[in-house]
């Protein structure tokens, strides 16, 4: 693990890159704890971090508490897919503000990385999810006649008051 320390202004950014481990953890947390009495901004690139466990992210979240309660702006840029992944897992993409991500590896990681967009989640071409007039006329009857049970042949029908939902009926 290397980390660099670079005060540009008011802004102080954390280069962190290599792993981040149990072993590594208090150095990022002693720069990030030095960095708050030095600016007001305080920024982590993680574009070159391609490992990160539980203590790392520990460091990451006790900075932001600590920025938070000196009243200073705390956030993470060019975060890699590896530390992206750990940051999702554990839900604190939520919680983190988070400038960029590098989209990339960390081994892959460019000098000039570029913020990559999610794709758009697409609805699959396999299911029809157009309406059964079958399927409304049976919800309609508040009864099945004389007891009987309902047809049990499957079908598939979209619930839209629960969002996006598909419900699978036999």
Do not use: W
């Amino acid at each position: 693990m290397s980390i660099e320390q670079k005060i540009e202004g008011n802004i102080g950014k954390l280069f962190l890159s290599g792993e981040i481990d149990l072993d590594g953890s208090p150095e990022v947390r002693e720069n990030i704890k030095d960095l708050i009495d030095k600016v007001n901004v305080i920024e982590v690139q993680l574009s070159k971090v391609n490992y990160i466990d539980s203590s790392g992210i520990a460091a990451l979240v006790e900075g932001m508490q600590l920025s938070k309660s000196n009243s200073k702006e705390f956030c993470l840029t060019d975060v890699s897919n590896e530390v992206m992944k750990v940051i999702k897992l554990a839900h604190l993409d939520k919680i983190f503000k988070i400038k960029s991500v590098t989209g990339a590896n960390a081994a892959e990681a460019s000098s000039d990385p570029e913020p990559v967009q999610e794709p758009e989640p697409q609805a699959s071409e396999n299911v029809d999810l157009s309406p059964n007039d079958q399927t409304q006329t049976q919800s309609n009857d508040s009864e099945p006649e004389n007891n009987q049970t309902e047809e049990t042949s499957p079908s598939i029908k979209r619930d839209d008051d629960d969002g996006d939902k598909i419900k699978f009926k036999r």
